[in-house]
């Protein structure tokens, strides 16, 4: 850790502007700020419009498009202000995110600071974030066209990105910060492994919630609605029937409520499992913050559906996934080296 503090510092700086951005973004779709920008200047994009001209001229544009044109028809300049500022704000700290990979990484590999394996990483880690920013583009055209929403695929595809940068981010940290080698058991890091995948699903499906705004229905827990453990929505929706499971309202809903119950139970089964064997501080650290957060968002996840997603709890519960994600991404680390 002390030879390579810095290149640390710089990897959990990283990690900590991710999770910002993901704050932001979270807050842009829940305001439906997403689409208030329609062009991508790389440069000049990062200075907002700074005179009255400017702002007619950006919501000008805004207009030509079908937000504007079938949804917020009723809006004015202020109005406008307003949704304009938290997608520039996500835009900006996007840019900056790539400033603070790129420059450091570029230094550190001058200096020789890196070693090949970590050089190896880093790219990697460079990658995911131009791809990332790719996305971001991705996702805002496909609600250029003609709907005033994105795709809900292309929105899970730009989360689950961001939330994976994060991840691998805070794992190369944690493999300067943890260079030694132990003794692994093979069972519990495989186990945990599952239920990594289990959360990153489960991430995906909130994601699909969110870009269908399907948490604005069946509002009612434990049952859906009409006091049904499955609501016929959730099958007629879509045709064929296993469309609706990612593409319908309710029955996105329905695999995001009901996996949630698989993913709170499966991490359980990895505490209890590891009350068998020999724990160290931070694999037991990790445990019981893991055991402890996933109630957390089971808790959080079923009051933002009870009250329909109100802001503060849309952001909390996307707060309490990010969370989530690091322990269960530390926890892995330390059963893994």
Same mark, same amino acid.
């Given at each position: 850790?002390?030879?390579?503090?810095?290149?640390?510092?710089?990897?959990? *700086?990283?990690?900590?502007?991710?999770?910002?951005?993901?704050?932001?973004?979270?807050?842009?779709?829940? /305001?439906?700020?997403?689409?208030?920008?329609? !062009?991508?200047?790389?440069?000049?994009?990062?200075?907002?419009?700074?005179?009255?001209?400017?702002?007619?001229?950006?919501?000008?544009?805004?207009?030509?498009?079908?937000?504007?044109?079938?949804?917020?028809?009723h809006f004015g300049i202020e109005e406008f202000k307003d949704i304009y500022f938290w997608e520039w704000l996500h835009r900006v700290i996007g840019r900056f995110i790539g400033v603070v990979f790129i420059l450091p990484f570029l230094y550190f590999l001058l200096k020789k600071k890196l070693d090949r394996p970590t050089v190896k990483k880093c790219l990697v880690l460079l990658f995911l974030g131009g791809f990332q920013g790719f996305l971001g583009w991705y996702m805002v055209k496909s609600g250029l066209v003609d709907r005033p929403d994105v795709s809900h695929f292309r929105l899970a595809a730009h989360l689950t /990105?961001?939330?994976? *940068?994060?991840?691998?981010?805070?794992?190369?940290?944690? !493999?300067?910060?943890?260079?030694?080698?132990?003794?692994?058991? *093979?069972?519990?890091?495989?186990?945990?492994?599952?239920? #990594?995948?289990?959360?990153?699903?489960?991430?995906?499906?909130?994601?699909?919630?969110?870009?269908? !705004?399907?948490?604005?229905?069946?509002?009612?827990?434990?049952?859906?609605? !009409?006091?049904?453990?499955?609501?016929? +929505?959730?099958? &007629?929706?879509?045709?064929?029937?296993?469309?609706?499971?990612?593409?319908?309202?309710?029955?996105?809903?329905?695999?995001?409520?009901?996996?949630?119950?698989?993913?709170?139970?499966?991490?359980? #089964?990895?505490?209890?499992?590891?009350?068998?064997?020999?724990?160290?501080?931070?694999?037991?650290?990790?445990?019981?913050?893991?055991?402890?957060?996933?109630?957390?968002?089971?808790?959080?996840?079923?009051? +933002?559906?009870?009250?329909?997603?109100?802001?503060?709890?849309?952001?909390?519960?996307? &707060?309490?996934?990010?969370?989530?994600?690091? *322990?269960?991404?530390? /926890? #892995?680390?330390?059963?893994?080296?």
């Open positions: 850790m002390k030879k390579n503090k810095y290149v640390v510092y710089w990897l959990l *700086t990283g990690c900590f502007l991710i999770f910002v951005m993901v704050l932001v973004g979270g807050i842009t779709r829940l /305001t439906h700020s997403g689409l208030s920008i329609s !062009d991508y200047k790389l440069i000049h994009g990062t200075i907002p419009p700074m005179n009255e001209q400017e702002w007619q001229e950006a919501f000008e544009l805004y207009k030509q498009y079908p937000e504007y044109q079938k949804l917020n028809y /990105t961001a939330f994976i *940068t994060f991840a691998y981010s805070l794992w190369v940290a944690l !493999d300067l910060i943890y260079p030694e080698r132990k003794e692994i058991n *093979t069972k519990i890091r495989n186990l945990i492994r599952v239920g #990594l995948v289990l959360l990153l699903l489960q991430i995906i499906w909130g994601a699909f919630v969110a870009g269908l !705004d399907a948490g604005f229905i069946h509002n009612h827990w434990p049952l859906m609605s !009409d006091g049904k453990l499955i609501h016929e +929505t959730v099958y &007629i929706e879509q045709q064929p029937v296993i469309k609706n499971f990612y593409e319908g309202k309710s029955g996105v809903q329905f695999v995001h409520r009901y996996l949630a119950y698989i993913v709170v139970g499966f991490i359980a #089964l990895i505490w209890f499992r590891t009350r068998k064997i020999e724990t160290t501080v931070l694999q037991e650290k990790g445990l019981k913050s893991l055991l402890a957060l996933v109630f957390l968002q089971f808790v959080l996840g079923v009051l +933002t559906l009870i009250y329909a997603v109100p802001l503060w709890l849309g952001i909390a519960h996307q &707060i309490g996934a990010f969370f989530l994600l690091a *322990t269960m991404t530390f /926890t #892995l680390h330390r059963f893994s080296k």
